[in-house]
């Protein structure tokens, strides 16, 4: 097993935990039952081991605590997309409102994130019919191009199984769609409700005796949102077209999507107490179009062999047009213009600036210096407020891949076996600029022109920032995997697995091509084998048992390799720069744990998980003041407990899942401290903080419970209720969990706090073919956040933009450090009818 510039790895046992000393015992007690079936009542459901159909195997031979779940399941939890479902019904998933739009959520699964936002270390795959969909450009998951209305099923595997090739670290979320055989008929339904909110969505599947199937949904959402501008607008088409006959079955799936959002992220402790709906700047839009095509084929050779495979292409175009705080000038004076700038403004025409005396408390929103050193050519990257941050992202990404199942018996044992291999390739190009402006009382930005471009003045021994990319990127990823599971006998079945990936990243820099320092070209190749082992214990009818381990990798990225070099750092997500080596991040975990069921509509599941993270990358600090770099360093380790069970009383449904979740650092390392009060340079200055081993790893909750009831109280006529409830968690930038508010440099507690969600909703049939709909999220208005982050502030206690707080303290200024926090959206209603043939 061969890292990039490492060489073999050794697997390491992990202490053991008490709880697993339980189950082994449980192991044990169980060897001898006197009942003994070959599958017990939980594997009623079967799971695919690999993201392309093949034989499936019953979920008791599946060493792994798999989630599975139905378009059954996402319509009737009335969940906007399959990020909230997840958040309200999967156990161990929670979401971080970063972004703060409903459709641009961070989905974090046993401490592992699949996230929208460039340069979040994505640690989860996202499979869509056998596609991986995770973006080339930064591994990043855009959770607005999934439709919602195309999903037949989806399972969430955990762990770092191999089969599921790269990002594989926490777990893979596997889609399927829907097909016209299984979903025929035609339906219709209209929504619409509390901040604008209305959509609309159709689907409609159908099949004939000549083996024609067809599938195709299309559905529009608006909404102007809770917070101030922050509008979004989806429109999602998905269609599926497929023949087959007895032995043979072919797909073609056809999704398109055009979409604008606004997510106006964070916003700083004292002006959301203010005003909950408040934005901290504006706008920060965010537009996506995609096209995917993907051919899908599965041919029985017999009744024991299945060839399958697929073969895609996808198209993305992402912009972004975010208008942000000019950090720079919060060091400078940036009120009242000078004598020269003055002469400057009255002869480009202008008129009432002030002549003296401008200062922060009369003058709240200053532009007059910034317009006048825009004309000068002097130093408008210090003397304006504002700053626009605008990026596109063209990828083109296409690959097939192809796998053989066969079962049959190995040594006079039921055995199944699947191999297969797969090619994947994708091209990008990544342009990123900035303009600097000036904040308005609206807190949009007006920009000047003037750009981030490196030509603007600077002072003494200071680099001007230099926003601009223009990148073109190429990744080849060639994988062979294969998995055996053999029954030993009725109630032991052993699974062995691995994956051997080899990628190669070229980038390729427009603006400092021929390598150097300064640019980003750079030619990179990684691989590795990853591999699996698990064996499954089955009793009884009424219980069954699991152990694993297994091994999964990420590359690096094309903007983690962009910001690499200690010595020419970048600002994320402003900047890239050169591109030394990293390393791929490896991920080894373990899982064990008891499921079953007591009867026919009651099931249980208990179990524990290791994953131990090896040369992560964290984005550290270097000695430029707000600058870092990417870099690997040690160990993060995410274990815990998770127990969950459901049961069925007449028309009553109750489910219940609660996850115990210990994310911590397991090596030391410097990292940036902005708004950390235990910063080594100083109260409200910009320094850094200290990782030590055990510190706990910010944004992932200690505790996670969910549960849900439904009970039909008629035929006709439905209600179902969900609670959710996370405790508290550390924010972004108090890595070493040692800040402390001291109300003058230091605002707010570094943490969010706990926060639990209701959820009410209803269902009443008033005809076989119409139902009406309706639903509460957040039942008892509850304000809380969901994530928070360290930063210093722009903005005084009234509103205004505050630069130089205190003034000069020892040749530097320091500034107000806040906690920012992603407020969750208030209490909302939205009704519908839905009309169905």
């Not at 070099?565 to 402003?574: A, I, R, V, W």
């Amino acid at each position: 097993m061969q890292d990039h510039l490492s060489s073999s790895s050794r697997i390491s046992t992990p202490r053991i935990h008490p709880l697993v000393l339980a189950l082994a015992a449980a192991f044990a007690s169980g060897a001898h039952a006197e009942e003994a079936v070959y599958s017990i009542a939980p594997t009623v459901t079967v799971v695919g081991q690999t993201p392309l159909p093949g034989l499936e195997q019953p979920l008791s031979h599946i060493a792994a605590p798999v989630q599975t779940s139905t378009a059954r399941d996402i319509e009737q939890s009335m969940a906007l997309d399959i990020s909230a479902f997840m958040n309200r019904r999967l156990n161990g998933v929670h979401v971080n409102e970063t972004q703060n739009n409903p459709f641009q959520p961070d989905v974090n699964y046993r401490g592992f994130t699949a996230s929208p936002l460039l340069g979040t270390p994505q640690g989860l795959s996202v499979y869509f019919d056998g596609v991986r969909i995770n973006q080339p450009f930064g591994d990043v998951v855009s959770w607005d191009l999934i439709p919602r209305s195309a999903i037949a099923s989806m399972n969430m595997m955990p762990g770092s199984n191999p089969l599921f090739g790269l990002n594989t670290l926490g777990g893979a979320l596997a889609i399927q769609t829907k097909e016209g055989r299984t979903h025929a008929g035609t339906s219709v339904q209209v929504s619409g409700g509390s901040y604008g909110r209305r959509a609309m969505e159709f689907e409609h599947g159908g099949f004939n005796d000549q083996g024609l199937e067809w599938f195709i949904t299309a559905n529009h959402f608006h909404e102007n949102g809770w917070r101030t501008n922050s509008p979004s607008d989806l429109r999602q088409v998905f269609g599926k077209f497929g023949w087959q006959n007895a032995s043979t079955d072919l797909d073609l799936s056809v999704a398109y999507a055009d979409n604008r959002m606004n997510g106006n992220g964070l916003q700083e402790k004292r002006l959301l107490e203010q005003d909950y709906s408040s934005i901290y700047t504006q706008p920060d839009i965010t537009k996506n179009r995609s096209l995917f095509l993907n051919l899908t084929g599965k041919h029985s050779l017999s009744d024991r062999a299945l060839l399958s495979g697929n073969v895609y292409y996808r198209k993305i175009t992402g912009t972004t047009y975010n208008g942000d705080i000019n950090e720079s000038a919060l060091e400078n004076a940036i009120y009242q213009p000078n004598a020269d700038e003055r002469d400057a403004l009255a002869a480009a025409g202008y008129s009432g600036f002030p002549t003296s005396g401008a200062n922060a408390a009369n003058t709240p929103f200053p532009y007059w210096r910034c317009l006048a050193n825009t004309l000068l050519a002097d130093e408008p990257n210090e003397k304006c407020s504002g700053l626009i941050n605008r990026s596109r992202t063209d990828q083109e990404n296409f690959g097939l891949a192809g796998q053989l199942s066969v079962a049959g018996e190995l040594a006079g044992r039921k055995n199944l076996f699947i191999i297969g291999a797969g090619y994947d390739q994708s091209n990008l190009h990544f342009q990123q600029s900035g303009q600097y402006g000036y904040i308005n009382p609206d807190r949009s930005v007006t920009p000047v022109d003037a750009w981030a471009d490196g030509s603007q003045n600077a002072g003494e021994g200071e680099v001007a920032l230099d926003s601009r990319v223009s990148l073109n990127g190429r990744t080849r990823t060639v994988s062979v995997f294969a998995t055996d599971t053999l029954s030993l006998n009725q109630h032991w079945h052993a699974t062995v697995s691995g994956r051997y990936n080899r990628s190669t990243v070229k980038n390729r820099d427009n603006l400092n091509p021929g390598g150097g320092t300064d640019s980003l070209d750079g030619n990179h190749s990684f691989n590795r084998f990853n591999p699996a082992v698990g064996i499954t214990f089955t009793p009884s009818h009424s219980w069954n048992a699991y152990a694993g381990y297994n091994e999964g990798s990420r590359t690096p990225t094309t903007i983690e390799l962009g910001c690499a070099n200690p010595e020419n750092p970048c600002k994320l997500p402003n900047a890239m720069a050169g591109d030394p080596p990293l390393k791929q991040v490896v991920t080894k975990t373990w899982d064990l744990g008891l499921r079953g069921q007591l009867n026919a509509a009651s099931r249980w599941n208990l179990g524990i998980f290791r994953s131990t993270s090896h040369d992560d990358i964290l984005f550290v600090a270097d000695e430029q003041l707000g600058y870092g770099y990417f870099k690997n360093f040690g160990k993060t380790r995410r274990q815990g407990v998770e127990a969950g069970a459901s049961t069925a009383l007449g028309a009553l449904s109750l489910a219940f899942n609660y996850t115990w979740l210990d994310a911590t650092y397991r090596s030391a390392e410097e990292v940036g401290g902005t708004g950390n009060s235990t910063n080594e340079e100083g109260p409200g200055l910009e320094g850094t903080i200290d990782i030590k081993k055990g510190d706990r790893i910010p944004l992932i909750p200690r505790h996670l419970f969910k549960a849900s009831a439904d009970y039909r109280f008629t035929p006709a006529f439905s209600m179902g209720a969900d609670l959710v409830a996370v405790s508290g968690s550390y924010a972004r930038g108090n890595e070493n969990n040692q800040h402390q508010p001291d109300g003058t440099y230091y605002l707010g507690s570094g943490r969010s706090g706990g926060y639990a969600v209701m959820n009410l909703s209803a269902r009443y049939a008033m005809t076989r073919n119409v139902q009406v709909f309706g639903q509460i999220n957040n039942l008892f208005d509850r304000e809380y956040a969901s994530g928070a982050q360290l930063g210093s502030t722009a903005f005084s206690a009234s509103g205004g933009v505050l630069a130089r707080p205190f003034g000069q303290v020892n040749g530097d200024y320091p500034q107000v450090g806040s906690t920012f926090y992603a407020p969750g959206a208030p209490r909302t209603l939205w009704v519908g009818v839905r009309y169905s043939l």
